[in-house]
């Protein structure tokens, strides 16, 4: 597990604050929203140079806006990458397959912003989680139980891989979903720890 630098001016004790030290990226969560349903979730993102992105994804029903604050961000939307430099927004519409990564050898920083927050604040998390206990592979990926115990916590509406197509993967991973609660998988390693 790499450990990254605590952004400038962030107290990494925040309960806002987590780092990913798998994939390299550290977040900082803005105020929850009120109704996460229909209201938007914010949050600044750093990520190093070296970063791992998440595979190709889509958010069902949910419009992301990238703002760059710092560095160079290249994102793919539908396979096609376009740059965006400090200063620059994009929206990724609902619905569209995409990534991000960071290209240059900076740290990249990002405002995120998720309309409406549904879940995803927990779904990062957790992510977070399963980074700092070392169960994400180098690729920054869980394995194929743990996909599917947070499918089956999360369901595919807040987001699901671009590909294979979603029916595939839902028979996929419904099927493993049962596998992966009998050897012990955390649908939500988050809550998980509280216990």
């Given at each position: 597990m790499a450990v990254h630098e605590t952004p400038p001016g962030i107290d990494p004790t925040e309960p806002a604050y987590v780092e990913n030290p798998v994939t390299g990226e550290r977040a900082l969560f803005h105020t929850p929203p009120d109704d996460p349903a229909t209201d938007p979730l914010e949050l600044d993102i750093?990520?190093?140079?070296?970063?791992?992105?998440?595979?190709?994804?889509v958010h069902?029903?949910?419009d992301e806006t990238f703002t760059v604050e710092g560095g160079t961000l290249e994102l793919v939307r539908d396979g096609e990458p376009t740059t965006h430099t400090a200063?620059?927004?994009?929206?990724?519409?609902?619905?569209?397959?995409h990534t991000?990564?960071?290209?240059?050898?900076t740290e990249l920083h990002l405002t995120v912003r998720l309309e409406?927050?549904?879940?995803?604040?927990a779904f990062l998390?957790?992510?977070?989680?399963?980074g700092e206990r070392g169960e994400l592979r180098?690729?920054?990926s869980p394995s194929l139980l743990q996909v599917a115990a947070l499918y089956d916590a999360y369901g595919y509406?807040?987001?699901?891989?671009?590909?294979p197509p979603l029916r595939v993967q839902r028979l996929v991973f419904g099927a493993l979903a049962p596998v992966a609660r009998t050897l012990g998988y955390r649908a939500d390693p988050v809550a998980a720890e509280r216990e």
């Open positions: 750093w990520a190093v140079p070296e970063m791992v992105p998440l595979a190709e994804h069902p029903r949910q200063g620059e927004t994009v929206t990724v519409p609902a619905g569209t397959p991000w990564r960071n290209p240059e050898t409406p927050g549904l879940r995803t604040e998390r957790d992510l977070a989680a399963l180098a690729d920054g509406d807040l987001l699901h891989l671009a590909s």
